[in-house]
């Protein structure tokens, strides 16, 4: 597509269900991110994929959050058993290679756990 | 650890004055990139600038310039002749070239655009 897409645009789940965020991003772009952005706040880094091989994942709050990216392509990060604080807008980012290549975002997935 | 400091969170601006927004970052790096993101309503982070810690010249975009000072570790976004447009979020981010790929980001500063 013409550029990085997300879906739902918006989830509201109830406290301890699982959750699945989805990713697509520009075609032939080499590098993924996943970031966490709290209201009012700047994105935080949680993972990041080089085509399917996920080179760091220190961002990661708890084992709790997964995210795969298995044919280097389209992503998923998957949040187990929601809490409250897991509450915050997830947006992906997609860049043809690292360094000074820029980060394409999507619009986000804004994740409401009631 | 790399750090990004916005000190302004909010900035108030009449239509058709520059504005400038004010980053400073800290890094033990001698090889990183500096990035402004501007995010309206709608959330989505849309790219402005870029400037590369090695660059001589400051980067310009249109009516978007970066006033890099690498003594003295600033990277300030100026805005001509803003727009009613220009009201968003904006954020400061920077990069490693080398090792770990991440943006880190500022807190950011709202621009309000005023008529």
């Known amino acids: 597509g013409a550029g990085v897409s997300q879906s739902p645009r918006y989830k509201v789940a109830k406290r301890g269900q699982d959750v699945a965020l989805r990713c697509d991003p520009i075609?032939?772009?080499?590098?993924l991110f996943w970031y966490q952005q709290a209201l009012g706040q700047g994105p935080e880094f949680l993972t990041y994929?080089?085509?399917?091989?996920?080179?760091?994942k220190s961002g990661l709050p708890s084992d709790r959050f997964f995210a795969e990216r298995p044919e280097g392509s389209v992503s998923t990060l998957k949040i187990q058993r929601t809490q409250q604080e897991d509450s915050a807008v997830y947006l992906c980012?997609?860049?043809?290679?690292?360094?000074?290549?820029?980060?394409?975002f999507g619009s986000g997935t804004q994740l409401s756990v009631l | 650890a790399q750090k990004i400091t916005q000190t302004q969170p909010g900035m108030f601006v009449q239509e058709k004055e520059a504005v400038t927004l004010d980053c400073t970052y800290d890094t033990s790096d001698q090889s990183y990139g500096l990035f402004w993101y501007k995010q309206p309503s709608s959330g989505e982070m849309i790219f402005l600038i870029y400037?590369?810690?090695?660059?001589?010249q400051n980067a310009t975009e249109g009516r978007y310039s970066l006033n890099f000072q690498k003594a003295r570790k600033s990277a300030n976004l100026v805005i001509s002749a803003s727009q009613l447009g220009d009201s968003a979020m904006y954020f400061c981010?920077?990069?490693?070239?080398?090792?770990?790929?991440?943006?880190?980001f500022g807190q950011g500063t709202r621009l309000t655009i005023n008529p």
């Open positions: 980012a997609s860049s043809l290679d690292g360094g000074n290549e820029k980060l394409f």
């Open positions: 994929f080089q085509n399917e091989a996920q080179l760091d």
């Open positions: 981010a920077m990069r490693e070239i080398q090792g770990a790929q991440k943006l880190v």
């Open positions: 075609s032939g772009h080499v590098s």
């Open positions: 400037q590369g810690s090695y660059d001589e």
